[in-house]
């Protein structure tokens, strides 16, 4: 039997095998947009799928990696050249419909795996829309600290070297582990900080912790260099720690998402 990881490289004999074992099936979501004059705009992509395929490497019983959606919700970045912008609906609707089809097969639980902030609410909705129709244990998260730092605690806080604010988007937290990952593609003698966010009480552009308001702006309203946070202070050191920790993590994460138990409903009209 193949001991492949990757939705997409088992048979249909090999699948239905996948199938009856369970395993938690992972929907890498991602983008392509700016993130800065040093770093390639597939930035996102690259690290939601590294977590999500090595965490499987890790953990083969527990999860299977669908192919990515490389696309996601960007219109706030068209000012810079190369954002690919994708309709709401229709990414609601493709995202949905990609883990509807892994249900319909009879995969249970479909976790949406999220590298890009303005993806949440659509993956959100997405997933809702996947247990709403299905019936499945189908939710959302993101590995990614610059949108929720979770999984890469301890070591994002005791390691950082950036203040409040350097982190949020081609910042260190995306440098470091593209230095990690992708060293090849990352141009540090390009790298600026640029801090352009608007820190205000109750909003917090950091994402180090939860902000009161939800809003986001045109891109280019308040980052000239595409990025918002400091790259110039990462290290690949920080990117590989930080990759390890959220890897282990996300095993852990997984794990507990499969115990979600698929309880009956029940009509208490009458
Ligand atoms: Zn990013």
Known sequence: ?????????????????????????????GTVEDHGPHLPINTDNVIVESICLEAARRAPDDMLVMPLVPYGLDEHHMDFPGAVSVDMQTLIDLVADVALSATR????????????????????????????????????????????????????????????????????????MMLHLRPDLVQMDKAVREEGQ????????????????????????MSESGVCGDPTVATAEFGRALFETTVENMVRFVRVFRTIPLRPRRDLHT
Do not use: K
């Open 1 to 29: 039997m193949s001991a492949s990881i990757r939705y997409d490289e088992l048979t249909w004999p090999e699948m239905r095998q996948a199938i009856a074992r369970q395993p938690a099936v992972l929907l890498p979501f």
């Open 198 to 221: 608007l820190t205000l009480p109750y909003f917090n552009w950091d994402h180090a912790a939860p902000s009161v308001l939800s809003w986001q702006d045109w891109w280019s309203r």
């Open 105 to 176: 097969h009879g995969f249970t639980h479909v976790l949406i795996v999220n590298g890009h902030g303005s993806n949440a609410p659509i993956a959100d909705l997405a997933a809702r829309r996947v247990v709403l129709e299905s019936g499945a244990i189908c939710g959302a998260m993101s590995p990614n600290a610059a949108i929720d730092p979770t999984l890469a605690e301890p070591t994002f806080s005791a390691l950082r070297r950036s203040a409040p604010g350097g982190v949020a988007h081609a910042g260190e937290y995306e440098t470091a």
